[in-house]
C-alpha cells in the first residue's frame, strides 16, 4: 500500500482525466469534429462534443524525439506515477496481469473535494508498425467502496497512443479523455478544467520519460 501524498503542480490530474495516469479511442460517439482550442509547448488541445453529455471529450496531441516504445514504457509504469504526476496523492494497484491493471487512485484538488476511483487498464502492442495503445475505463465494482471522504467519479473512458512520428522520427503521442469529477462542478467549470489537466498531463508525462532516458 502506498501512503497518502498531497502534491501540487500545475493542472488536474486523472479523474477530471485520467491516473494518474492511459489510447483507444475514447468514447463511441458519433463522428463530430474536433475543435481546436490551444497549441503551446508543444501540445495541441482539441475539444468535441458528446451527445447526452454535460461534458465533452478532451484531445491532446504531442511529439516526443524519443522511440514509441521508450515513451509507452513510461505510461505503463503506474508504480512511479505518485512521483511526478500533478495531484495523484494514491494508487494502489489492484491486479496486474501482464497486458491489464485494475487501479484505485485518489487525488488532492484545489478548490473542491478530494477525489477517488478505479480504473482498468488495457494495452496493446502491434510490433510491426510500433503502435502503442494504452485504455483507461471505469471499474469501481472492481475497487473499494466509497469511504465518505472523497467524491466518487463514476465516469471515465479514454487512453493514449504512441506511435512513429510522421517523418519516421521519434513519437506521436495522442491523449483522449471523457470524465465527469462527479459532486457539484459546474460543467463549463468541468470542461475548462479538464482542457488544462489534460495538457499539463502529457507534457509531465513526456518530460518525464526525458529524464528517463537521459534527457536525450
Excluded at 38 to 57: F, K, N, Q
Aim: charge should be positive; hydrophobic fraction near 40%; include cysteine.
Amino acid at each position: 500500500m502506498r501512503r497518502c501524498r498531497r502534491r501540487r503542480a500545475p493542472g488536474v490530474v486523472a479523474a477530471l482525466l485520467l491516473a494518474a495516469g492511459g489510447l483507444l479511442t475514447a468514447t463511441a460517439a458519433p463522428a463530430v469534429e474536433w475543435e481546436k482550442l490551444s497549441e503551446r509547448d508543444g501540445a495541441l488541445v482539441e475539444r468535441r462534443a458528446v451527445p447526452d453529455s454535460r461534458i465533452g471529450e478532451i484531445r491532446v496531441t504531442a511529439h516526443s524525439p524519443l522511440a514509441p516504445a521508450a515513451v509507452f514504457e513510461t505510461i505503463w509504469k503506474h508504480q512511479e506515477y505518485l512521483e511526478f504526476v500533478p495531484y495523484l496523492k494514491r494508487l494502489n494497484l489492484l491486479s496486474d496481469t501482464g497486458d491489464e491493471r485494475v487501479a484505485y487512485e485518489q487525488l488532492a484538488l484545489p478548490f473542491v473535494r478530494d477525489r477517488d476511483y478505479t480504473v482498468r487498464f488495457r494495452r496493446r502492442v502491434d510490433p510491426a508498425t510500433h503502435r502503442y495503445e494504452i485504455s483507461i475505463d471505469s471499474a469501481n465494482d472492481a475497487g473499494p467502496p466509497p469511504d465518505g471522504s472523497h467524491v466518487r467519479v463514476t465516469t471515465i473512458r479514454g487512453g493514449w497512443t504512441t506511435e512513429p512520428g510522421p517523418d519516421g522520427k521519434g513519437s506521436l503521442v495522442r491523449y483522449e479523455m471523457k470524465s465527469d469529477p462527479g459532486g457539484r462542478i459546474p460543467a463549463w467549470l468541468a470542461d475548462r478544467t479538464m482542457r488544462h489537466a489534460a495538457a499539463d498531463l502529457v507534457r509531465a508525462m513526456l518530460k518525464r520519460a526525458l529524464e528517463k532516458n537521459g534527457g536525450k
